[in-house]
Antibody, heavy 118, light 103 residues
Framework: EVQLIQSGAEVKKPGESLTISCQIS????????IGWVRQMPGRGLEWMGF????????RYSPSFQGQVTISADKSVSTAYLRWTSLKASDTATYYC???????????WGQGTLVIVSS | EIVVTQSPATLSVSPGERVTLSCRAS??????VAWFQQKPGQAPRLLIS???TRATGIPARFSGSVSGTDFTLTISSLQSEDFAVYYC?????FGQGTRVEIK
């Protein structure tokens, strides 16, 4: 059974850094694209970017390029999403999801709520 | 940049009714479309991939189709558990979503 387990909710202040994680089990971590999707409160889904852990090929949406960093650690089958300086507008639920085709996200994590507030 | 537009934004439906959700691309797509269902407080769930292929475990009342640049998700007979928000996705773009609510 494929499972994506995300790290827990975070409450941070503007300007702080943060890394959230997504541990994958049930398939070959190196052969799937792992993506991140943002959902701001009461809003729709936004594609942020994804990584292919096999060769670390990483693609970003233009809207998120330079704002976040996506990485992966094959040794622990975990993908990460990192901010160096959070803004209040980063408040959202962030989902990780996997794709075997770089097109459709087949399996999703449970989501990580990030609240950024002074 | 391809724009993906879903309509309507909200649909009020009675259980048992047939539902048709639209996802229109700004230009003819070479990649296919996927459809997701999201219920409050839950992660999205894949319903349809490659425009018309039901994901594992998805009931047969859900179907996907395309005509030109118009992609459609059809629910043949709406069940109570189908009230949710539905999103289409083309490659790296999600539509804005259609909320299906109880009439």
């Amino acid at each position: 059974e494929v499972q994506l387990i995300q790290s827990g909710a975070e409450v941070k202040k503007p300007g702080e850094s943060l890394t959230i994680s997504c541990q994958i089990s049930g398939y070959n971590f190196r052969s799937q694209w792992i993506g991140w999707v943002r959902q701001m409160p009461g809003r729709g889904l936004e594609w942020m970017g994804f990584i292919f852990p096999g060769d670390s090929d990483t693609r970003y949406s233009p809207s998120f390029q330079g704002q976040v960093t996506i990485s992966a650690d094959k040794s622990v089958s975990t993908a990460y999403l990192r901010w160096t300086s959070l803004k209040a507008s980063d408040t959202a639920t962030y989902y990780c999801a996997s794709s075997g085709t770089a097109s459709t996200f087949d399996f999703w994590g449970q989501g990580t709520l990030v609240i950024v507030s002074s | 940049e391809i724009v993906v537009t879903q309509s309507p934004a909200t649909l009020s439906v009675s259980p048992g009714e047939r539902v048709t959700l639209s996802c229109r691309a700004s230009q003819r797509l070479t990649n296919t479309v996927a459809w997701f269902q999201q219920k409050p407080g839950q992660a999205p769930r894949l319903l349809i991939s490659d425009t018309a292929t039901r994901a594992t475990g998805i009931p047969a009342r859900f179907s996907g189709s395309v005509s030109g640049t118009d992609f459609t998700l059809t629910i043949s007979s709406l069940q109570s558990e189908d009230f949710a928000v539905y999103y289409c996705q083309h490659y790296r773009t999600f539509g804005q979503g259609t909320r299906v609510e109880i009439k």
